[in-house]
């Protein structure tokens, strides 16, 4: 165990924000600072999202000499710090200075917006020339490569960027970016590289893959611009180059050398920050202390703005619409399955500021000094004991909603799903808005049990649901994921921090590692140093009553037909527009 006055720096990259957190050896964090970071949309094409990597770093410089300052720690205290961040594509040129992603006569030249973000939609094109190659790659993300990941974006700005440009261009993960930008070597992980970028498991990049798409440079050029072929691949935390650069180290007002772990995509932060917790019921912490091997039935589910759902196991499981299996993706030697929503808490802010009653429901918060979600549950309530009903459930039994309004990314890993919407009313009061509300979390939690179902259909075992993220706070979901799906919720400490926190877990085991190359001697380093910094996490039960089960059961099978339904009527439209 480090001494009391060492500390770790967690960082973490988020859609929309920077955090950076100050952590003791045993999870505690004592200081944290955020900073917006700024996303540039196009008004007349709703598929762009970009952002700045330098708008990044200095977001990062902020947050990490802010916990340095309100913690009062020297930076002679700080004994490493680790990243994470969105899986977003980030371009710079052989010198590391960013380079344009904006379509247009600056594409492919310096300048700030060189990110497009995970969210970004413009590879449709480019995606469905993937998929219809063939290649082995396409069984490591179920089936389907989705135009999220970074070979359909690349392959776009080949398409659209001058060729002397675009053979100048590197390209990162961002988590690859910001170690490369921390240390100034450029060692990429194994996260990021099977993960998003179709790095083969035991087999490594696929050349006649990249020849058949149309990115054959990458094939005579060694894969420079990705990577490299022989370039060091490093798996979760393990310690990049010789740590902080002088310039990063000025930057961040930190000391040279300081120990930087291999970074993860913001996700997998979020997994290594839950799934070691020990459970608190009736503030009781049982005495079952959780082992690696008890990993394989924990499932964490990331939920932001979206939600990924991330299990692991000791053979690699392939599950048809599920990303993976990636092999050392955090522990080495295990294997990844990664499911995720492309719209949730988006999708709840969507569908209540569209509504006709928001205003209302905003004036309603400010009056009561609440937020809107306490005003939601409140008119919930009053409509359960006004119907004489016994839950919400009941409330919104002739409503069923399907919630792909951004597409699917997984079981069905279609990015042309869209939402639906049955049982409307001449209603646009407030009531309206509330069932609505709920009716959104159900579909959430609805479209969880289908991807832990077709996870468990395949040969994973999940017994237990971790969760990390902004939803976790939201208590009545939460309920709804343990009835919906049967399972017990676990909900960490402090839900805002488990991404940030497993960060900081890098950092310390970037400090701590042994550099033997014995893979079961890291595993156990690094899940000995999750279950120490791991705070514990309260356990929610299914609890539904045998009515609101059979209706939720019922909404389940209406959910799983809503999906064929639609993309029936879709072979329908296209055969009566051929």
Not at 184 to 206: A, E, H, M, Y
Not at 394 to 399: F, G, I
Not at 434 to 453: G, M, S, W, Y
Request: hydrophobic letters at 40%; a negative charge; one cysteine or more.
């Amino acid at each position: 165990m480090p001494s009391e006055s060492a500390y770790y720096i967690g960082i973490d990259v988020g859609t929309g924000s920077v955090r950076a957190a100050l952590v003791k050896p045993d999870g505690t964090i004592v200081a944290s600072s955020t900073e917006a970071t700024q996303t540039w949309r196009n008004p007349s094409d709703h598929r762009i999202f970009e952002q700045s990597t330098t708008d990044i770093w200095n977001g990062i410089s902020k947050t990490v000499k802010s916990v340095l300052s309100e913690a009062n720690v020297s930076p002679s205290e700080v004994k490493g710090l680790g990243f994470d961040a969105t899986c977003s594509l980030a371009v710079t040129d052989t010198n590391g200075d960013p380079i344009v992603v904006t379509s247009g006569d600056k594409l492919g030249s310096v300048g700030d917006r060189n990110i497009i973000l995970w969210a970004d939609h413009r590879a449709e094109a480019e995606a469905d020339l993937i998929n219809k190659s063939g290649s082995k790659v396409l069984e490591y993300v179920g089936g389907v490569m989705s135009l999220e990941m970074e070979i359909p974006k690349i392959l776009w700005l080949k398409r659209h960027m001058d060729p002397s440009r675009f053979s100048q261009c590197q390209f990162f993960d961002l988590p690859d970016f910001l170690t490369y930008k921390a240390t100034g070597d450029n060692i990429r992980s194994t996260c990021s590289l099977t993960c998003k970028c179709s790095f083969v498991p035991t087999q490594g990049w696929q050349p006649d893959f990249f020849a058949h798409v149309g990115l054959e440079e990458f094939v005579q050029n060694d894969y420079k611009q990705i990577g490299g072929a022989n370039g060091e691949i490093l798996t979760a935390g393990l310690p990049v180059g010789a740590g902080l650069s002088k310039q990063s180290s000025q930057e961040l007002g930190l000391l040279e050398g300081t120990p930087v772990g291999s970074g993860v995509i913001d996700a997998y932060a979020g997994w290594l920050g839950t799934v070691a917790a020990r459970h608190k019921e009736n503030d009781r912490l049982s005495d079952f202390v959780p082992s690696l091997d008890d990993s394989k039935h924990r499932l964490a589910a990331v939920a932001g703005t979206s939600t990924c759902h991330i299990v692991q196991s000791a053979s690699g499981i392939f599950v048809n619409g599920v990303w993976g299996p990636y092999k050392d993706a955090v522990f080495p030697g295990w294997w990844m399955n990664e499911g995720g929503q492309s719209a949730t808490g988006q999708l709840i802010d969507f569908m209540i500021k569209t509504h006709p009653a928001y205003n209302q429901l905003q004036q309603l918060a400010d009056e009561r000094k609440t937020n809107i979600h306490e005003v939601l549950h409140d008119e919930l309530e009053k409509l359960r004991v006004q119907e004489k009903v016994d839950s919400f459930t009941e409330l919104t039994k002739d409503m069923h909603f399907y919630p792909d309004l951004h597409g699917n990314r997984s079981p069905i890993a279609d990015a042309r799903m869209r939402g639906s919407l049955m049982g409307l009313t001449l209603d646009d009061g407030l009531g309206d808005l509330a069932r609505k509300f709920n009716l959104t979390l159900e579909a959430i939690a609805l479209q969880t049990r289908h991807i832990v179902d077709e996870m468990n259909a395949k040969g994973h075992q999940i017994k237990s649901l971790y969760m990390s993220g902004g939803q976790a706070k939201n208590i009545p979901l939460m309920k709804l994921f343990a009835d919906t799906c049967k399972i017990p919720v676990v909900l960490p400490a402090n839900s805002g921090a488990a991404v940030v926190l497993g960060a900081a877990m890098l950092g310390r085991f970037a400090a701590e590692a042994n550099q033997s190359t014995d893979a079961r001697e890291q595993a156990t380093k690094l899940w000995s140093t999750m279950v120490e910094m791991t705070p514990s996490g309260t356990i929610i039960t299914p609890s539904a009553s045998v009515k609101e089960a059979k209706l939720l059961e019922a909404k389940y099978k209406i959910f799983r037909e809503s999906i064929e339904i639609q993309k029936r009527w879709r072979q329908e439209i296209e055969a009566a527009t051929v």
